[in-house]
């Protein structure tokens, strides 16, 4: 078996369903020029876009508002040797529209820590990969 | 409660301690200018290195060989809100002495797919933090 047997690409729908079934994922961005990582949870609004919320004077927000970040999610089992991982590339933006945040409060998520006020988190899903790692026997 | 005190800082050794503890992290770096992130099984050497073992010929391998990378796990509990995350920040380096690569093949971790050659990769543990998320009430 080839090594590039043990994965399958898993097409768009396929990510979206994925997505859909955990509450934490990891915004991936840059940071003083070194790569950085928080994981957070989130949500997906009806067009799939990602849906982070945090504190408008958190350094999330200054690293991510108006750039390209990729934002991760995977389940895995260690005693088969499989999962998934999903990857949401595309620009990160603080919604600032009175409406459109109106819109989103609903489905933006509610931040795991208390917040005294809180800005949504868009990171629009330009491109959505993902793949399946099937379970292969221990080999070492 | 101010959010600031929902997260603990972490120190190296509670960061060394919950590392050692769970197989699978996330590689991330930068590929063609844009963040990247690649979930993978690890283990730790002596020196709180993270090992990894790859295909010779990965793409992994030519984005992140010679430079700084960051290396993220985590563990998350819905129901409780809580968690903890863990990210080491180092260069990473292709392992090419034969001295040293005899060294590591105990240490180092079995692939979870099956790999016609491979090779360690290490993650020097330059910088280690992590926090905790400690479990609040829901709140929306």
Known sequence: M?????????????????????????????????????????????DANVLLRTSPNSELVRAVDGFVVAFEADEYDAATRSGWSVIVTGPATVVTDPAEVERLSETAPASWMPLPESVIVRIEAELVTGRELRGTPGNG
């Open 2 to 46: 080839d090594h590039q047997d043990a994965f399958r690409a898993l097409d768009r729908q396929e990510c979206l369903r994925l997505l859909a079934k955990v509450p934490v994922g990891r915004v991936v961005y840059t940071r003083h020029a070194l790569p950085a990582v928080l994981p957070i949870n989130f949500s997906l609004d009806a």
